[in-house]
Structure formats: structure tokens, C-alpha cells
């Protein structure tokens, strides 16, 4: 009966979102004001019914009551937004809000089909956001001062980004973030102030060559932070304010060519522009590599058609970081084709609609901050903020040695080190141990695939290195991969008894001192889980508490420590960090536990503390450390 539901309200959905994108360009054309508002008010009766629809079918497949809560918390959110804008704003644009609301609720209804506690997490961030967006515009319309401080703007911006580039350290490829706040974030609004301010009062050549100084100030140190994202979007808000403010096409023009010269630069300076450009151009080609997070979206796309395979009926969870960049993939399996594209022109819809009412504002500083605010909204990139992953951020196949097969020699099995879609960069380590009496040097031969046997994948190199003659299983070699998004994988061996190390780079042709840079930010990756100091204080705490428990809650707390030496072990860093969440508060309670009290249970069964997702995480499979080479022969070697 269930699977019948499901199958009906994609049906539903689907007809729901038609009309209401229908009567986001039907409004716009109609005269009549009455039917004009009968029109919005129905626009928000659709919002509603798609929201029931969705969330009791989440609901049905799930019977999670969060989902419930959720629903209930998001509805009054809507309610407070209609309400509240409504009344500060008597002139503001109903469409625009209504748009703004069908747009969460996408994004809501597939964040809970997907990980409940993101969306609760989401919610909060969106609550908090539109009450600032509330005040804005008043503080702006109050204070006048605002467009006099031309100059001041455009200090705040250049200080703070040079201040980023200087002192922040490299994150994922790039400098973002200065004592974990992003600066650009709040230098977009500097920038977008500084412009209207300027523009509003000159537009004469003096001023447009003083403008794009202080704007190729701001792209130039961005660029030099590897921050690609911001400066094609400081870059875009500069062009379409000078266009607008000047209406001189030539200014447009100019800024086009430059622009596209600035790209075909960025393409040959930096290798993840080339390989993301490889990507867009034939995913399927270098399907291995960075193409792989691309194909398996349009696999997830072909897989939904034009109708959808229903809520919670197809697979969205293998898409690789489907909650951020591949959120769109996820809604065209499950809500279709039809309802993406509905999806895409709502959003035209809505940045239409903003152009519109910044172009129909006099004044002119707030006519551009208007429009130099909506382009910043409508061409937003992606932050490390959103989980620090651009598209190609995974390991596309396993990576590992080959091992004993005592079965077949002749046959080597893969013993995976980097396991298929970790995210990346990262870095993971395995102990082996030598298979044959007396043997002297060891060969790792190292592997990219999913096959059982290493012969059957592909080999990427070999790496040899002496070892004290010792009896068997007697002498071990500990093998470290550190892998990043540009494809450079540094493979170290260490030979436990001397401590001797002997390093390989596999890369693609990258140029010399750029290889040198990156395999220096890999550098501090090179740490194990169990080195850090937060795990080290988190298994002393635990320790402790053993001690000090009750009898009753020593097993407990014994299945807790043997839990975390379980993730360690795995070295999935969040994995790692929500079991220590979990921990934190677990052991919080169990310190203030009295057994003359109800009992207590700090099962992970009845604590949402951490992310059952992550605990699934393919990156977390148990392995077995007591991996054995072969010595085939007198070569002493492992075998390929």
C-alpha cells in the first residue's frame, strides 16, 4: 500500500509543481492586482501541499517522528517569513518571497529524505540568515552615511584578503579562511558598497579605471590564494555594475575578452582547472578519475527520466557528496526531469525578478547595490564552509599493495589502503609484515582498482626497500599513501625496526615546483588519528572513567573505548570526530551516574549523537592487519 502512495504523490508533486511554476511568469503578466494576490495566495497553497505530500512520504518510508518535528519546525519558519516580511515590508515583492520559500522547501524535503540531521542543521542556518536579511535593508534606508564610505570599503576589502594570503593557511588547494571565518564572504558585501558608492557619484573613464584598480586588487589577491571561486564571482559583479551604471557596451565587451583571456591563463596555471575542464568536456572519457563524480550524476539523472523514481525510492546515497554539489542529481532521480526543470526556471524566476526590481530603483547607489547584491546571490560558489569538497573531491578507485594469495601465488590479492571514495585529501597507513624467513628487501607494488586480485588492476608503480633479515612475520614495514584532488599520490614505507624511510611520488605531469608545493601541503596530513592530541585526551578521559565507574557500567564503557580504537584504526577523520561527539556526551553522563537512579544506557542505539551515515561510510571497513608477502623464489619480493 505504501509502495502505491509513493508511486501516486510523485504524480502529485510533479502536477503541483507545474501550476506553481506556471504562476511564477503567469503573475508577473497580469494586470489585475486582485487576481494578481489570488494568484500568490495559491502559490503558497501549492507550496504547502507539495511540503504535505513529500514529508508524509518521507514519513511512511521511514517512520522517523523527526521527520514529523521537522516538518512542524519548518512550517512555522514559513509562517514567520510570510509574516514578518509582509509587515516590515508592505511593498515588498510577494512573488520573490513565495519563490524564496518554494526554494527552501526543495531543498528541506531532500535534505530530510537524505540525512535528517543536516536539515535540522539547515534550518537553523536558513532562520538565522533571514532574520539578518530582515534588518538589512532598514539599517541601509536609515543610515545614510553608508554611501560616503567609498574608500573605506575598499580598505576593509584589500586589508583583509591580503591579510587571508599572508597569514591563512592552504585549505584543499587554496587560502580561504583566517582563524576559521572566511573573509571573502563579508568582502563581497564591501565590494558590491564600494562600487554603488563609486559609480553612483562618477562614471566618467577616471572613475571606471579607478574602479577596476581596486577591483583588480581584490580578483588579483584571490587569484594568488588559488580562491578561484570568488574571483570569478568578484569578477562578474565588477562587469555587470560597470555595465549597468555606464550603459557603455563597450566597457562590456571589454571586460568579456579579458575575462575569457583571464581563463584560458587559469587553465594552464592550474592543474585542477584542467582537469575539471577535462571533466566537463568528456566525463565518460576519464570516467577513472575526475570525471567519475560527474558520470555517476548523470547516471542518477537517466535513472530518474522525465517522472522520478519517487521519494526514498531510488539510490541517491551513491553519489558522491550528494547533500552539496550533487544535490540537483539527487532530486531528478527521485522527483524526475520535469520537476528539475520546473526547479531551473522558478530559479530564473527568481533572479529575474531581482534584476527587475534593482533596475526599476531611482536612486542610483541603491539601484546597484540591489543588482550587485542579487548577482553575488545568484552566482554563489561553492565554500569549504559546505564541507570543503569541489566536484572532484574523492577517490575515484581503491588504492593499495598487493599481498600473499598462499592459495594461489600466482594470484596476489589487493589489500586496499585508500578505499573508493574517501574524500580527499587524505592520508591512511596499513602495517605488513615480511612472509618468508630471512628476507632482505621487500618490492610493495602499488594498485588502483576494485578487483580481489592486484594483477587484474592497474599498476602504478613499484617501490623497494631493504629490510633486517629476520624469521618470518618477525620484521614489518608500514605503508602510507597520502593522496590529493590533483592526482598526486606520495607513497612512504617505513621500516618499523630502523625507522628508515623511502618515499615515491606518483603523479600525473604536473610542473616541478608545483609538484614540490602540493607534496609539501600533503605534508601535514602524514599524522595518524591516533597521534592527535583531541583522540589521545578523548581515550585518557575513558580510561579514567573505567576506572572510576560503577561495576555495572564497566563493559559499558570498555565497549566505548574498544569502539573508538575501532575508528582510529580506520582513520576516517569524520568518522572519527562524530563518534567523539557521541563520546563527549556519553561520557558526560555516565561521570554524573548514580545506580541508585533509573538506569542508564549510552547505547548508540538510543543516542542520535553522531552521524549514522558516516558510520556506514565504505571509507570504514574493517581490515585485517595481518597481511603476509610472498617471497616467490630468491627475489624476496612481494608478488604483483
Keep these: 500500500m505504501i509502495n502505491v502512495i509513493v508511486e501516486l504523490s510523485k504524480y502529485i508533486i510533479l502536477t503541483l509543481m507545474i501550476i506553481y511554476t506556471f504562476h511564477c511568469f503567469y503573475t508577473v503578466r497580469q494586470p489585475d492586482e486582485e487576481e494578481r494576490n489570488e494568484l500568490l495566495r495559491q502559490q503558497l497553497l501549492l507550496i504547502f501541499f507539495i511540503d504535505f505530500t513529500a514529508f508524509l512520504i518521507i514519513y511512511l518510508k521511514t517512520f522517523n517522528f523527526q521527520v514529523v518535528e521537522f516538518y512542524a519546525e519548518m512550517l512555522l519558519f514559513f509562517a514567520a517569513i510570510q509574516i514578518l516580511y509582509r509587515l516590515f515590508y508592505k511593498k515588498a515583492s510577494i512573488l520573490l518571497l513565495n519563490n524564496m520559500c518554494m526554494l527552501l522547501s526543495v531543498g528541506f524535503i531532500m535534505l530530510c529524505r537524505l540525512d535528517i540531521s543536516a536539515a535540522q542543521k539547515q534550518l537553523l542556518i536558513a532562520a538565522g540568515a533571514s532574520g539578518i536579511a530582515l534588518i538589512i535593508p532598514v539599517m541601509i534606508r536609515k543610515m545614510r552615511f553608508l554611501r560616503k564610505l567609498t574608500w573605506v570599503y575598499a580598505g576593509i576589502g584589500i586589508v583583509l584578503l591580503g591579510a587571508v594570503f599572508a597569514l591563512a593557511r592552504t585549505s584543499y588547494g587554496a587560502k580561504l579562511s583566517l582563524m576559521g571565518v572566511q573573509p571573502s564572504e563579508a568582502i563581497k558585501i564591501t565590494f558590491v558598497f564600494f562600487m554603488a558608492s563609486f559609480l553612483s557619484r562618477d562614471t566618467s573613464f577616471r572613475a571606471i579605471v579607478q574602479v577596476s584598480v581596486v577591483a583588480a586588487l581584490h580578483v588579483g589577491i584571490l587569484v594568488l590564494s588559488k580562491d578561484l571561486g570568488s574571483a570569478v564571482i568578484f569578477f562578474a559583479a565588477y562587469l555587470i555594475m560597470v555595465y549597468v551604471a555606464t550603459r557603455n557596451v563597450g566597457y562590456l565587451g571589454l571586460g568579456i575578452v579579458g575575462g575569457s583571456g583571464a581563463a584560458v591563463v587559469a587553465y594552464h596555471l592550474f592543474g585542477h582547472v584542467r582537469q575539471r575542464v577535462s571533466a566537463w568536456k568528456d566525463p565518460m572519457a576519464v570516467y577513472q578519475n575526475e570525471g567519475y563524480q560527474i558520470v555517476q550524476s548523470l547516471f542518477a539523472i537517466g535513472t530518474g527520466g522525465w517522472f522520478g523514481m519517487g521519494l526514498c525510492q531510488g539510490s541517491p546515497e551513491s553519489i558522491p557528496v550528494v547533500k552539496n554539489d550533487f544535490i540537483f542529481s539527487a532530486i531528478c532521480e527521485e522527483l524526475g526531469g520535469i520537476f528539475a526543470i520546473c526547479l531551473i526556471l522558478v530559479c530564473m524566476s527568481f533572479f529575474l525578478m531581482i534584476v ?143 625507522g628508515v624511510v623511502k618515499t615515491h611520488i606518483i603523479s600525473q605531469k604536473i610542473p616541478e615546483a608545483e609538484l614540490e608545493e602540493r607534496v609539501r601541503e600533503l605534508e601535514k596530513l602524514k599524522v595518524h588519528p591516533r597521534d592527535l592530541s583531541e583522540n589521545q585526551q578523548m581515550m585518557e578521559r575513558l580510561e579514567a572513567l573505567y576506572q572510576e565507574v560503577y561495576p555495572e557500567q564497566k563493559e559499558q564503557v570498555q565497549q566505548m573505548i574498544r569502539t573508538f580504537e575501532e575508528f582510529l584504526d580506520g582513520q576516517n577523520p569524520r568518522q572519527i570526530q562524530g563518534y567523539r561527539r557521541y563520546l563527549e556526551k556519553a561520557v558526560s553522563v555516565l561521570e554524573y551516574y548514580d545506580p541508585f537512579e533509573e538506569e542508564f544506557d549510552a547505547s548508540e542505539s538510543d543516542w542520535d549523537l553522531w552521524d549514522e551515515e558516516e558510520a556506514q561510510d565504505p571509507d570504514n571497513e574493517e581490515t585485517d592487519e595481518e597481511e603476509f608477502w610472498k617471497k616467490e623464489g630468491d627475489d624476496h619480493s612481494w608478488t604483483s
Aim: some cysteine; charged content about 25%; aromatic content about 8%.
Design 356 to 498: 527587475n526590481i534593482a533596475l526599476r530603483i531611482i536612486n542610483p547607489f541603491y539601484k546597484l547595490i540591489a543588482l550587485g547584491l542579487g548577482l553575488v546571490c545568484g552566482v554563489k560558489e561553492r565554500k569549504e564552509e559546505i564541507k570543503d569538497y569541489i566536484l572532484t573531491d574523492i577517490c575515484p578507485f581503491s588504492l593499495g599493495v598487493a599481498t600473499i594469495n598462499e592459495a594461489d601465488p600466482d594470484r596476489a590479492y589487493m589489500a586496499n589502503i585508500i578505499n573508493r571514495n574517501t574524500v580527499l585529501p587524505c592520508s591512511r597507513v596499513r602495517r605488513f609484515y615480511t612472509a618468508s624467513d630471512q628476507q632482505d628487501y621487500v618490492v610493495v607494488e602499488v594498485h588502483q582498482g576494485e578487483n580481489t586480485y592486484a594483477q587484474d588492476n592497474l599498476l602504478l608503480g613499484k617501490i623497494e626497500i631493504s629490510v633486517p633479515p629476520k624469521p618470518k612475520g618477525k620484521e614489518a614495514v608500514d605503508v602510507r599513501f597520502t593522496y590529493d584532488i590533483n592526482g598526486i599520490l606520495v607513497v612512504d614505507t617505513r621500516v618499523v625496526s630502523t
